[in-house]
Nanobody, 115 residues
Framework: QVQLVESGGGLVQPGGSLRLSCAAS????????MGWYRQAPGKERDSVAG???????GYVESAKGRFTISRDNAKNTMYLQMNNLKPEDTAVYYC?????????WGQGTQVTVSS
């Protein structure tokens, strides 16, 4: 069973950058479709970006041009590079993994964008 652990969140000023990491246990990480989601207070959890096992990526419109999702299968790790952060990016960011009928979530990492 794969377990996911996020890291890299924190407090950053508007215009700043953060890189989130999602470390996965287990040897079948490379077969999972991975994604980043976020949930702001009082709002639903929404998709931010995704990456397939073949490295095909997709982004929500608000993340295009600012965020970059990537994965290193040798390290069982997925990343989200976030640049030009805005206050509306403030949320808990969750790592997600999907393979067949199996869907996994990490515990989340807080990102706060504020001056």
């Amino acid at each position: 069973q794969v377990q996911l652990v996020e890291s890299g969140g924190g407090l950053v000023q508007p215009g700043g950058s953060l890189r989130l990491s999602c470390a996965a246990s287990g040897s079948i990480f490379r077969f999972y479709t991975m994604g980043w989601y976020r949930q702001a207070p009082g709002k639903e959890r929404d998709s931010v970006a995704g990456i397939t096992s073949d490295g095909i990526t997709g982004y929500v419109e608000s993340a295009k041009g600012r965020f970059t999702i990537s994965r290193d299968n040798a390290k069982n790790t997925m990343y989200l590079q976030m640049n030009n952060l805005k206050p509306e990016d403030t949320a808990v960011y969750y790592c997600n993994a999907v393979h067949g009928a199996s869907t996994l979530w990490g515990q989340g990492t807080q990102v706060t964008v504020s001056s």
